[in-house]
């Protein structure tokens, strides 16, 4: 079983940057490929971002693509998600997630562990 619990959501105004953190327990972090997701009101989760277990994969939505950067440090049980040039659309839950596997995927039936999710708000 793992544990994972974000955090670093909060308010910012557009153009304006936040590091969400996930800071996994319990069984091994690795090999685990984590992920991030998000869900807007109304709307289903999608895929934003993640990561292959050693960190030499990296995969991103194209919404997010060159703004969002995803990096992880296994020594810490961390993965990491730098969000900048931030957008009213970003607002949303975001949640990170685990999967039993190295590789990373974009489907969120891939992924086998999930936090609570942190909100970011993104005021224009």
């Known amino acids: 079983q793992v544990q994972l619990v974000e955090s670093g959501g909060g308010l910012v105004q557009a153009g304006g940057s936040l590091r969400l953190s996930c800071a996994a327990s319990?069984?091994?972090?690795?090999?685990?490929?984590m992920g991030w997701f998000r869900q807007a009101p109304g709307k289903e989760r999608e895929f934003v971002a993640a990561?292959?277990?050693?960190?030499?994969?990296?995969y991103y939505a194209d919404s997010v693509k060159g703004r969002f950067t995803i990096s992880r440090d296994n020594a810490k049980n961390t993965v990491y998600l730098q969000m900048n040039s931030l957008k009213p659309e970003d607002t949303a839950v975001y949640y990170c997630a685990s999967r039993r596997a190295g590789w990373a995927s974009e489907r969120p039936d891939a992924y086998d562990y999930w936090g609570q999710g942190t909100q970011v708000t993104v005021s224009s």
């Open positions: 990561i292959s277990w050693s960190g030499g994969s990296t």
């Open positions: 319990g069984r091994t972090f690795s090999p685990y490929a």
